[in-house]
């Protein structure tokens, strides 16, 4: 699994990469997720709140404050998440700042391409892609496939489901094969088949279900192991206008309830009112 807590100085180790500011008056580690897609366009940051909660066993206090995140496409692409804790004695804990993006651009721009190498599906002719601080092209496939098995989350446009598997079994294979028990892995994927709001069918077989109740058993599954990093390649693809807005509600509740990152590929307009930035792509180049 990935080293959550970074040791490095809080400073810029790149250019255009953002990081929140010292709130400590020593040193520190940082907090942030940083998705740096390229490292030569211009880069165009925006601001999403932080919040903070330390405890000095006295009393508990909350910090708010804001982080600045730049976003940029070109032939690299970093995800990096890291935690914070101050010097001076006091133990603090950061919740994990989550981000929802999109990827947008006209068909063959490049939009499915970009997020397969992001999730390490397919491999880049050229560049390379690192996730928290690790250069994934030198990473044997039994290392990248235990990254994607811990760290990583995918839901498809064709919801990806074994169709002799009911619901719950579909969700259970990825716990099973970190090695859950039968206890364990039946109780998570009860637990997040409900959350997406099928309680009453996690014993029913896809081929029962219309397009967007598989499509909750296909985020259900990608969400059981409890991801960094959510990549959804069009999942309202082969869906109704309805049964999109109840997908892209549930991804909004997602992020912001439970602090998901999700970096999503679109292709309508009004998608963009669900998420916190926008990526378009045109021939494979950032356009905005």
Not at 27 to 43: D, M
Not at 153 to 165: H, I
Not at 192 to 201: C, M, P, Q, Y
Request: aromatic share 6%; glycine share 6%.
């Amino acid at each position: 699994m990935l080293n959550l807590n970074s040791s490095s100085p809080l400073i810029p180790l790149e250019d255009n990469v953002h990081f929140i500011e010292n709130l400590s008056t020593g040193s520190s580690e940082n907090i942030s997720f940083k998705l740096l897609l390229g490292s030569n366009a211009p880069v165009q940051p925006y601001r999403i709140p932080l919040r903070i909660t330390a405890s000095n066993g006295a009393e508990t206090f909350q910090i708010d404050k804001t982080q600045e995140i730049g976003i940029n496409v070109l032939n690299r692409a970093k995800i990096d998440i890291s935690s914070l804790k101050f010097d001076q004695g006091v133990p603090v804990k950061g919740q994990q700042v989550s981000i929802f993006v999109a990827i947008m651009g006209s068909s063959g721009s490049g939009k499915s391409t970009f997020l397969n190498q992001l999730g390490l599906l397919d491999i880049p002719t050229s560049g390379t892609v690192i996730i928290n601080s690790i250069d994934t092209s030198k990473m044997s496939e039994k290392e990248k496939g235990n990254l994607r098995l811990h760290n990583l989350g995918y839901v498809f446009q064709d919801y990806a489901l074994l169709p002799e598997l009911s619901a719950i079994e579909n969700v259970c294979l990825p716990l099973m094969m970190q090695g859950k028990s039968k206890e364990e892995y039946q109780r998570a994927a009860s637990a997040v088949l409900i959350s997406v709001g099928l309680e009453d069918r996690l014993d029913q077989f896809p081929s029962k279900m219309s397009g967007g109740q598989q499509q909750r058993v296909s985020i259900a599954k990608a969400l059981a192991h409890k991801p960094r990093v959510l990549f959804a390649d069009e999942p309202c693809a082969n869906l109704d206008s309805l049964a999109s807005k109840q997908i892209l509600e549930l991804f909004r509740k997602f992020n912001k309830e439970e602090d998901q990152t999700i970096v999503m590929v679109a292709h309508e307009d009004w998608h963009m009112e669900y998420v916190d930035r926008v990526i378009r792509l045109k021939d494979g180049v950032l356009e905005s």
